[in-house]
């Protein structure tokens, strides 16, 4: 698929606000109509280019997540794993 297409693509589902956001924050493709009919090809590009939208979110919630994670993990929980890993 050429850029050109692809840019074609982007700005009728965009016409068609074809990308919204949910409670979660995320944006999905939510297609209007239902009598629509995409290859698969045309619904990859629409997935990378949801992956593209959401990469800020994304890290952002990964960061958030992992921070949580790590504020659970008692010191000595934190030393035994990294000892486990120096001796792998």
Known sequence: MNEETKKRIIEKLE???CFAPL???YIHF???SGGVAMSAAVLRFIA???DR???DWDKQFRVQSEEEVFAEITEDQMS???K???TK
């Open 15 to 17: 016409e068609c606000d």
């Open 23 to 25: 409670d979660c924050g």
């Open 30 to 32: 939510w297609p209007a």
């Open 48 to 50: 990378d280019e949801l």
């Open 53 to 55: 939208r959401n990469a």
């Open 80 to 82: 035994s794993v990294l």
């Open 84 to 86: 486990s890993l120096r």
